[in-house]
């Protein structure tokens, strides 16, 4: 399982690899070099074999040089040669240091750089391991010259309680190399993801796009199942929830995005949590959890672990969670189920805390020039129904009008004449309403539940001016208690209902009936008309299956989860009717 700093950074890179291997090969010919000198002027050392001393440290050196020009000369570093110059900082100290004065000689520093070089290189795990082939060295050499008996050779003395100690001081430095060297590298690698979150916040994509690879990232990040962003648009209290799962490459990892209503986001919004929590189920179904303030401190009381109803929805062993808000409109909360740390790591859940509010500010740009779109867009759509009414609507009434006085100055003419004009005014009458419809539909519906049932009963009554058709809306309730998405929904249908009964139907009378029953809100839109070419009741499986029905109705029953049935008598009339789930009229 990869750690925490392993799933941070990135991929490695050839040049990050050749920028490395150059520095320590600098250093290791200035290690080299400096050993050389300082032989020379203390005459004292190494005490014996001065002579081969000197030439291992000269062979030492020139091979140090020899990997130094080579590496200036290469665009990409071979694993074999990481390996093997490591290898030789290994060996090269021991060696040495056996002929000169063993564990006690001045030139076991070099075997500080074999432990620098790893730490510089890899981290804890690589510098851990490279002190132990240090000690393990260093104890065959002690076994090496003791058994065979040439310790008189290369050594006055080995002394076995100062090699212990010196193995102690190897291992300790090792250990503090090691982990000083992971401090650094996660807090880079940590401040460089942090930068490349940031980056995610791009206009091009809006912020659907913004969200899905936000989720994306963090699931990677900590190796997540599922992870889960619910928020909560305080400006309209509109609910969404955007939902990743876990695939097995960054490209199938599909998030789903989902508006929810008042009952749905308690689920996501119960209770009072802290800043940041992490929580764990055992298999007899008990919770423990952690908890950070909104400084990062931890907190002393363990927090409350996540609602029943939200444990139903996404079951989990393991379970971080961040509370946000983003500027003034969005809070939320983000939900990382089953992360790759399955026990409480409190460094991964401080990051998420720092890298969500990190992130937020960009978010929330794109936030607001996505809303200064959609308004600007509305604005303009206003303006040119505006435009409309003024200019082409007019225009066309004025030209019907025209064609009204010839056709009745035409009485006496032959009677093609005047069944002609007849027909021009009715095309242009036809004009004039689909104009009319078109600016309505143009026009922005911003409803409130307090407003919807006036909406529903105002629609009804243009529709009876304009068309003539004797219209009726019924609605047993004074209040609903719907979201504003289901109210906007429902005021489109009912315009859509009454355009088709316009065009299509032929019908005197239509009534709209809007009630709740058993719990369920239910649309009811009934004519007296031709009906559609099909007789019998028909849902909306079987009205996909067969292709028929209100194809812009059928959509925006469908994206708020309700169902339809049409009902049909050709030449007596049809009925549209629609019911929209509990959960939604709750």
């Not at 809006?206 to 648009?233: K, P």
């Not at 036809?430 to 911003?446: G, H, T």
């Not at 708020?560 to 009229?585: D, F, H, M, Q, Y």
């Amino acid at each position: 399982m990869q750690t925490f700093l392993e799933r941070l950074r990135a991929p490695s890179n050839p040049e990050e690899a050749l920028r490395i291997e150059r520095v320590l090969a600098t250093a290791r010919a200035i290690l080299a070099g400096s050993a050389l000198v300082a032989v020379y002027f203390d005459a004292s050392n190494p005490a014996r074999f001065a002579e081969l001393a000197y030439i291992l440290l000269v062979v030492y050196l020139a091979q140090c040089v020899l990997v130094f020009g080579w590496l200036r000369l290469r665009s990409d570093v071979p694993r074999w040669l990481v390996l093997g110059v490591h290898a030789s900082d290994v060996i090269w100290p021991a060696v040495i240091t056996l002929f000169t004065e063993g564990p006690t000689s001045p030139f076991f520093v070099l075997f500080s750089f074999a432990l620098l070089a790893a730490a510089y290189r890899w981290g804890f795990r690589e510098t851990v391991m490279t002190a132990a082939a240090v000690i393990s060295l260093l104890f065959a050499e002690i076994i090496f010259v003791t058994v065979t008996g040439y310790g008189a050779l290369f050594v006055e003395e080995f002394e076995l309680n100062r090699a212990i100690m010196r193995s102690a001081y190897i291992m300790i430095l090792g250990l503090l190399l090691g982990y000083l060297a992971d401090e650094d590298k996660l807090l880079r690698a940590e401040t460089t993801t942090v930068a490349r979150v940031m980056g995610l916040g791009r206009v091009d994509v809006g912020l659907r796009g913004t969200m899905r690879d936000l989720l994306r990232e963090i699931q990677e990040i900590f190796g997540a199942r599922q992870v889960l962003l619910a928020a909560n648009d305080t400006s309209n209290q509109r609910f969404f929830l955007w939902e990743l799962w876990q695939a097995s490459s960054r490209s199938e990892a599909t998030v789903h995005l989902s508006e929810l209503e008042s009952n749905q986001a308690a689920a996501y919004f119960a209770g009072s949590v802290p800043a940041a929590w992490f929580c764990t189920q055992s298999g007899a179904g008990k919770i423990e959890t952690a908890g950070l303030e909104e400084g990062g401190g931890r907190l002393r009381t363990p927090p409350n672990g996540p609602s029943d109803a939200f444990l139903s929805l996404h079951p989990f062993r393991s379970l971080m969670g961040v509370s946000f808000r983003f500027g003034e409109d969005w809070e939320g909360r983000l939900f990382v189920l089953d992360p790759a740390a399955e026990s409480y790591q409190e460094r991964e859940l401080r990051f998420l805390q720092r890298l969500l509010a990190q992130i937020g500010p960009s978010v929330y740009s794109v936030y607001l020039l996505q809303r200064l779109r959609a308004r600007a867009g509305a604005m303009e759509r206003a303006r040119v129904a505006r435009d409309l009414h003024d200019g082409i609507l007019q225009s066309l009434i004025a030209v019907e009008m025209r064609v009204d006085v010839l056709r009745r100055r035409a009485a006496g003419q032959p009677p093609a004449i005047a069944d002609e004009l007849a027909h021009i005014q009715d095309a242009l009458r036809q004009e004039v309403q689909d104009l009319r419809e078109l600016m309505e539909q143009m026009r922005p519906v911003n409803l409130t539940p307090q407003q919807l049932l006036d909406f529903l009963a105002d629609a009804a009554e243009k529709f009876q001016r304009a068309t003539g058709i004797a219209t009726t809306f019924v609605c047993e309730r004074e209040e609903v208690a719907l979201s504003p998405r289901v109210c906007r929904e429902l005021a489109r249908i009912v315009q859509e209902a009454l355009v088709n009964v316009r065009k299509h139907s032929g019908a005197q009378h239509v009534v709209v009936r809007f009630a709740a029953h058993n719990g369920r809100w239910k649309l009811v839109v009934d004519d007296d008309g031709r009906g559609f070419p099909f007789a019998g009741r028909f849902d909306l499986a079987q009205l996909d299956s067969e292709r028929k029905g209100p194809l812009v109705i059928k959509e925006r029953v469908r994206s708020l989860g309700g169902e339809i049935t049409v009902e049909s008598t050709p030449g007596r009339g049809s009925r549209l009717e629609i019911t929209l789930p509990s959960a939604t009229a709750q």
